[in-house]
């Protein structure tokens, strides 16, 4: 049986299980079954995220010095760079066109809940603090970070494999030898770790629909049905349409090549995490060159999100529907343009795209506490968009390998 369907069979398992072991989470005690599935699901995500580094770093090393030229460099990452903007800015025009249709928040009476913007904020929300950090002070500390600093992992690495080609022809032998050995060794882990995933998605599922309290979707179920349809548009209209025009092939095959890693994205709601199954998905199932993939994967699970910017633009504008806020042309340009900023600065963990709402609520004048009135159902909504934000770097990397041997 193919992963993709073991994993399947997984998820549907995960479901019935959690809905027979039900609980009141609010209560404060789990059952010792519920525990067992945390542990397993947690053990799973973290041997995923053990990988990350090592994988990215030897992966991007061999990407990158394998390119033949610095012009052949340029080409790959201004390809990568118009590919994440557009995919992005589409997502982000579907999302709000559903929503401006729909008015799902119009006339709904939603409390504000109780949320405290300042106990999730982690992330620094400064427009210049968030490009500075592409530079990092200590390499080792981007890579010891948790989770780790993708963005300065990435920019070391790639300038040290670009100078690793202007050292003397000996000194990158070494370093090549030993990048590929430890890449190869990645990847037969991830190859065993990947057979663990129908089992950890049974676990997460399980976990998840057992805490869960199907009340709180009542009310918020026209929010739901518009941004859960917009993203199931952009997943499977939008993008593939996308790799149709440019590749000429199939996007369904395609997607069938990418399943296992996308079904874990969903189960999972981080793309980081699932970073090591794209990747091996992609080179070894959809057969996309390495040194597009590595460069193209990495920074694309750090900087490109398609459902993320989608369904930020939706949330916000239904806050503003559900607030009674008429919002005028100029602001939702803002919420267009914040979106798309919102999106690259979001760390693909879960909830990061929730928590970096408030920039935009701030900056077209919407109460942050007011994240409150989302946030009960965000866990679904973030299965989704992860979803999508995967399989929108996979398609980016198929495109931009288009026309390059
Ligand atoms: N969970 C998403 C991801 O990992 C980010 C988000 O919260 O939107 O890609």
Redesign the pocket.
């Known amino acids: 049986m193919p992963l993709w369907a073991q994993i399947v069979i997984g998820l549907i398992l995960g479901i019935v299980a959690g809905w027979v072991l039900r609980f009141d989470a609010l209560a404060g005690v789990r059952p010792p079954i519920i525990e067992f599935f945390d542990a397993g699901a947690t053990i799973f995500l973290r041997l995923l995220k053990m990988l990350v580094v090592p994988l990215v770093v030897s992966s991007l090393f061999m990407g990158i010095t394998n390119i033949s030229s610095m012009q052949g460099l340029g080409r790959l990452g201004t390809k990568t760079g118009i590919y994440y903007i557009c995919s992005s800015l589409f997502a982000i025009a579907v999302g709000m066109t559903f929503v401006n249709i729909i008015k799902p928040g119009v006339g709904a009476s939603l409390s504000l809940g109780e949320f405290n913007v300042n106990k999730f904020m982690k992330a620094s929300t400064d427009p210049v603090d968030l490009i500075t950090r592409i530079v990092p002070t200590n390499p080792l500390e981007s890579m010891a970070a948790s989770p780790p600093d993708m963005l300065g992992l990435i920019f070391f690495t790639l300038m040290f494999a670009v100078f690793a080609l202007q050292v003397d022809k000996k000194h990158l032998k070494t370093i090549s030898g030993f990048m590929e050995a430890v890449f190869e060794v990645m990847v037969k882990i991830v190859d065993f770790v990947i057979r663990l995933a129908p089992v950890a998605v049974l676990f997460l599922m399980g976990k998840l629909v057992a805490e869960s309290d199907p009340k709180i979707f009542g009310d918020l179920l026209w929010y739901l049905a518009t941004v859960t349809g917009a993203l199931l548009f952009h997943f499977f209209v939008v993008l593939p349409l996308a790799y149709f025009i440019f590749t000429k092939k199939n996007p369904y095959v395609f997607l069938g090549h990418m399943s296992s890693a996308i079904l874990t ?1 969903f189960s999972s ?4 995490a699932t970073l090591p199954l794209t990747m091996e998905c992609i080179e070894y199932n959809a057969k996309i060159p390495n040194k597009v993939a590595s460069m193209v994967l990495p920074l694309g ?1 750090t900087v490109n ?1 398609d ?2 910017a989608l ?1 930020e633009g939706v949330a916000v504008i239904f806050i503003a529907q559900v607030l009674g806020v008429d919002l005028s042309f100029f602001q939702q340009l803002t919420i267009f343009g914040t979106a798309l900023m919102v ?1 690259i600065g ?9 928590v970096m709402m408030v920039i935009i609520l701030e900056a077209v004048n919407l109460p942050s506490e007011a994240i409150g009135i989302i946030f009960a159902v965000d866990r679904v909504v ?1 299965m989704t ?2 979803a999508v ?2 399989w929108s770097d996979s398609i980016g990397a198929a495109i931009v390998a288009e026309g390059e041997s």
């Open positions: 994205a709601a981080s793309s980081a699970a999100m459902g993320t369904y999106s979001a760390a693909g963990i879960p909830h990061a795209g929730l973030d968009r992860t934000n995967v």
